[in-house]
């Protein structure tokens, strides 16, 4: 066998194979992204707020959304959230609006950073009754609610805004 027949069979064997790979590459991530081309709805998650660590006057807590067993949805990066009972406290989704959609599948769980002050008076604070987070893809149930069961919230002209982050893979952190 010459040099050349050599070089060309194996040329053949690696291309071969490349296009396989291939193949088995983008079948694999058509599966992925087709079970998952659906914003998650409450039927499909369950919805937690979990406390986080008091510092410095600012308090934290986590939105937890855990997928349902063979459940497969995601997560907007930038999740839309609102208060429902709290009228003098605003939010500031401070995600970006180009963040990545986070994946969850058979019990995967995804979190938002929820941060906000409470240092001033308890007569200057409120205590929202629910957060709910849009999920527009759902028509007769447009909404996740989750009742407000973190500290209450600043509700002064000077601080009155809880700040939320952007969608993360993982549960949240305990303290």
């Known amino acids: 066998m010459t040099i050349r ?3 060309r069979r194996t040329g053949a064997t690696l291309a071969v194979a490349t296009m396989a790979a291939g193949v088995a ?3 694999s991530g058509a599966a992925q992204a087709e079970s998952t081309d659906l914003g998650c709805t409450a039927q499909q ?3 937690t707020l979990v406390p986080g660590e008091p510092g410095a006057g600012s308090r934290y807590g986590y939105l937890e959304f855990t997928a349902k067993p063979g459940e ?6 930038s999740v839309p959230v609102n208060l ?10 401070e995600a970006p609006s180009d ?12 979190h938002v950073n929820l941060r906000w002050t409470a240092i001033a008076a308890n007569d200057q604070q409120q205590k929202p009754l629910a957060i ?8 007769e149930a447009p909404a996740i609610s989750v009742p407000w069961t973190l500290d209450s ?23």
Do not use: K
């Open 5 to 7: 027949t050599h070089l």
């Open 25 to 27: 590459t983008l079948a």
């Open 45 to 47: 998650v369950d919805t």
């Open 72 to 77: 497969a949805c995601y997560l907007s990066g």
């Open 84 to 93: 429902v009972g709290a009228h003098d406290v605003l939010l500031s989704n």
């Open 99 to 110: 963040a990545p959609h986070v994946y969850l599948r058979d019990g995967s769980s995804a």
């Open 132 to 139: 709910t987070v849009d999920t527009p893809g759902n028509p």
């Open 153 to 175: 919230v600043d509700a002064t002209p000077d601080s009155h805004t809880v700040h939320v982050g952007a969608a993360t893979g993982g549960p949240a952190p305990t303290t």
